[in-house]
């Protein structure tokens, strides 16, 4: 039978191929060690979980909620910007709930994206943020490029090819998978060239609270004139260890608010009450469970740079997020990232996701996720130097991912 037309536009998910492994390997009784989806292992705090279970004893919370946040929500989260980015939000008209980041992002692309529009995006990014547009209707121009003084020349050449000129602009720093962090100059910089040429800004700002080495990661919306193009996206998963409670944001331009609150009014009712009154009670804290957070990643993030190292695999210490961004060691480099990821979890029990999952442009990486605790990471660590002490020749005539394309 033939697929519908939006999923033939979408590519065969690598990370299910690792996962199937995984599953495969745990059930012949191996001890995977999962760091490969960004999945947090950190209990939520007790004092959200508390607030839950008091607020869900109330009947009256059972009841269908607002798909575009209570109240209480959303004045906290424009209060939150107030106090971290210095940026003032009308909770009424510039602020949305989302069922996650990703919920968010993929409205958006439903509520501005007419069939045929560019968008242009960076190579490697994470999977919603082009395929939320495909899926939409519109056209993805990939970017592969870091937030340095390359990045207005690739802006300049994505216009100048395009046709029709790119409706929006893609950004996601601390970056998933990169972990690459900008700079409030280099944002002053995007903004003006968006302005300039009537470009829409969407920033994914997810990983804002994990950052290492004393930099807090800026908010696009702190440039004076982004409110006028910008919507960026948050998410409670990461920052307060809340994934399964799907509690995000995105705030900004109102325009750009309204047209998302609206496609969201069809679809959702918003999260359940007792979750957005934790969430609530979660945003107004006094920042505590925050920096506990941060740090447990900090020293995932120094023992895992170690561990690695001293096993003969050098990764680069990420400055922010709850990634590394890992080169290929370079004997196995030609086999590409899926099946470097498939080779770890056979000879090492260790799962990482394969870069190409993020776009063509990270196929020399995989994405290391902190998800584990230290005792586990260093496990891994001794895996991984037994496996780089095999003899690589023997996967010398296994197939990389490109030559099935």
Not at 17 to 27: C, P
Not at 88 to 102: E, I, N, R, W
Not at 235 to 252: I, L
Not at 314 to 327: E, G, K, L, V, Y
């Amino acid at each position: 039978m033939e697929e519908f037309h939006k999923v033939r536009r979408l590519p065969p998910y690598v990370f299910e191929q690792v996962n199937r492994l995984k599953a495969a390997a745990r059930a012949r009784g191996a001890d995977i060690i999962d760091l490969g989806m960004g999945n947090p292992d950190l209990p939520t705090p007790k004092a959200i979980v508390d607030k839950l279970c008091e607020v869900v004893r109330d009947p009256r919370t059972h009841r269908y909620s607002s798909s575009r946040g209570i109240p209480g929500l959303r004045k906290a989260q424009a209060s939150y910007y107030a106090r971290r980015f210095g940026v003032k939000l009308d909770p009424d008209t510039q602020v949305v709930a989302t069922l996650g980041s990703k919920e968010g992002f993929a409205n958006m692309a439903q509520a501005i994206t007419a069939p045929g529009d560019v968008v242009l995006c960076p190579d490697p990014t994470y999977p919603i943020h082009a395929f939320g547009f495909i899926m939409s209707g519109g056209v993805i121009r990939s970017m592969q490029v870091e937030p340095n003084d390359d990045f207005i020349p690739a802006l300049e050449r994505g216009v100048r090819h395009s046709i029709p000129k790119p409706l929006a602009l893609i950004l996601n720093y601390p970056s998933n998978p990169t972990a690459l962090v900008a700079s409030l100059d280099f944002y002053k910089d995007v903004v003006a060239f968006a302005k300039k040429n009537d470009i829409i800004i969407l920033s994914d700002l997810a990983y804002s609270e994990i950052y290492f080495d004393g930099n807090p990661p800026p908010s696009v919306l702190e440039v004076p004139g982004a409110m006028d193009c910008t919507v960026e996206f948050t998410s409670m998963s990461k920052t307060f260890s809340m994934p399964g409670w799907r509690m995000g944001f995105a705030v900004g331009n109102e325009r750009l608010i309204s047209a998302l609150t609206r496609v969201k009014s069809y679809l959702d009712y918003g999260a359940f009450t007792p979750i957005q009154v934790a969430a609530t009670a979660a945003l107004n804290g006094d920042g505590s469970d925050i920096a506990e957070v941060r740090e447990v990643y900090h020293k995932r993030r120094d023992v895992m740079v170690d561990a690695f190292t001293r096993a003969g695999w050098t990764i680069p210490a990420p400055a922010a997020s709850m990634f590394a961004w890992a080169p290929i060691p370079e004997k196995y480099r030609h086999l590409g990232s899926l099946e470097f990821s498939k080779l770890l979890i056979e000879h090492a029990d260790v799962a990482v996701a394969p870069g190409v999952g993020f776009g063509e442009h990270g196929d020399d990486f995989v994405r290391v996720a902190l998800v584990e605790n230290e005792h586990r990471i260093r496990q891994a660590a001794r895996n991984i130097k037994r496996f780089l002490s095999m003899d690589a020749a023997q996967f010398q005539n296994v197939v990389p991912l490109s030559a099935h394309r």
